[in-house]
């Protein structure tokens, strides 16, 4: 079975640039998450999706943080203008509507400079 | 109400000796724990869980031990090998909401 793809693994960007994550998550999970996930900090979640339609994104900077679920499949995560301290990795997640268990993507680790 | 607290930051084991890592939450709304243990440059993997109507579970040489009352849950690894070295996150889940929540991580390091 095919684990949860993201795209690129690795991003680096000048401050009040644009920058785009992609997630591809497992076959058949409607649920899918994107977590920030500071150096030396736990994950934390950014957005939630069940199928096309947000769940929640109570802690979603939506100043600047867009984030679109096409289809009820893949998902894009958009920063812009980007910070200094959105420098992170930003992982994908999904599951099956109420499964306990979420499955992480490898996750993009953005810089910015 | 949305926190879980986790100690300690980091820790040292020496091979074949138990780590043992604990976690706190203070919403009784919570109803599933799992553990993820995640390797640099890897995503977190879920490792085990355990719901609050059991008080341990056990797979392997990982153990989770759950005290309801006092709302708090710890990871046992027994006979630590060097292979365990990574960062382990405790992690709550709200079934209505289905949102999981993190603590913030331990390093664990086994010395061979």
């Known amino acids: 079975e095919a684990g949860v793809a993201q795209s690129p693994r690795y991003k680096i960007i000048e401050k009040r640039q644009s920058v785009a994550f992609w997630c591809n998550p497992i076959s058949g999970h409607a649920t899918l998450y994107w977590y920030q996930q500071i150096l030396g900090q736990g994950p934390k979640l950014l957005i939630q999706?069940?199928?096309?339609?947000?769940?929640?994104d109570s802690q979603l900077p939506k100043d600047r943080f867009s984030a679109e679920r096409l289809k009820g499949v893949d998902s894009t995560l958009k920063i812009q203008p980007a910070k200094l301290e959105d420098s992170a990795v930003y992982l994908c997640?999904?599951?099956?509507?109420?499964?306990?268990?979420?499955?992480f993507g490898q996750g993009t680790r953005l810089t910015v400079v | 109400q949305q926190q879980v607290k986790q100690s300690p930051q980091s820790l040292i084991v020496q091979k074949g000796g138990i780590s043992i890592i604990n976690c706190a939450y203070e919403n009784t709304a919570f109803d599933y724990f799992p553990w993820y243990q995640q390797f640099p440059g890897k995503g977190p993997a879920l490792l085990i869980a355990i719901r609050p109507d059991v008080s341990e579970k056990k797979e392997g040489r990982f153990t989770i031990s759950f005290n309801k009352s006092a709302k708090q849950f710890s990871l046992h690894i027994m006979d630590s090998q060097p292979g365990d070295s990574a960062t382990y996150f405790c992690?709550?889940?709200?079934?209505?909401?289905?949102?999981?929540?993190f603590g913030q991580g331990t390093r664990l390091t086994i010395n061979p």
């Open positions: 999706f069940q199928n096309n339609g947000v769940v929640d």
């Open positions: 997640a999904s599951s099956f509507p109420a499964s306990l268990g979420a499955f």
């Open positions: 992690a709550a889940r709200n079934s209505g909401a289905q949102k999981l929540v």
